[in-house]
């Protein structure tokens, strides 16, 4: 766990108003995230927000999901890309993998960008398997983290609209990576092993 004081989130807009995606140095990943009141859920700069955020993680090739702290706001939100699917199958297929992962593992996952807003982790199995993970901001690192086979979580979504979700397999795995992202924790910090990106296979190149 991290013990740094927290300090006053600002948004990091670049000099353009163009988000960007901030990287392991920054202290705000450190974090403990912030609630959005449900009543500003509808808000234009929480709408402009998550907007930012899908068009960032639609520009990553093997990106996901993205956390509000990762584009520099220290808020509890976090986004799944609707092509997680895609890029989790394209990405096995080109090591001749594809038949590897089954339609089980991958469950769940929405067809469509989905938008968690203050969500809590309100069940989480005890069976752990190691998964490799990658971030969108630690680039260049990769890993290995026991993580839960199952897990749910009750959020809002874009609409403010609540709403639980349980999931296994990848969308399981996808969770508890942004949750820790939320709590200010990096997948580094419980990896059994981290690796530089030479060394990670294709299909291990999923970022969150």
């Known amino acids: 766990m991290n013990t740094n004081p927290l300090r006053e989130t600002r948004p990091r807009p670049a000099s353009n108003g163009v988000r960007t995606i901030v990287q392991n140095e920054d202290p705000v ?28 993680l639609s520009k990553e090739e093997y990106g996901v999901a993205i956390a509000a702290p990762q584009v520099g706001e220290s808020l509890r939100l976090f986004v799944i890309s609707g092509k997680a699917i895609i890029k989790k199958k394209r990405s096995g297929a080109k090591r001749g993998e594809s038949s590897e992962i089954s339609e089980e593992a991958l469950a769940g996952l929405p067809a469509e960008d989905e938008v968690y807003i203050n ?22 690192k990769w890993g290995t983290v026991p993580r839960a086979e199952k897990a749910s979580v009750r959020a809002y979504n874009e609409q403010g609209v609540q709403f639980t979700r349980g999931a296994s397999g990848f969308l399981a795995h996808i969770f508890q990576h ?31």
Do not use: F, W
């Open 29 to 56: 990943l450190r974090q403990v995230a912030r609630a959005i009141p449900v009543a500003q859920i509808q808000s234009p700069s929480i709408k402009t927000l998550v907007s930012d955020m899908k068009a960032l």
């Open 119 to 140: 969500p809590e982790l309100v069940k989480m199995s005890r069976g752990k398997s190691n998964k490799h993970e990658g971030c969108l901001s630690l680039r260049g």
């Open 178 to 208: 942004e949750l820790d992202h939320l709590d200010g924790i990096l997948y580094i910090d419980k990896a059994t092993e981290v690796y530089d990106e030479e060394k990670s296979t294709e299909s291990d190149r999923q970022k969150e």
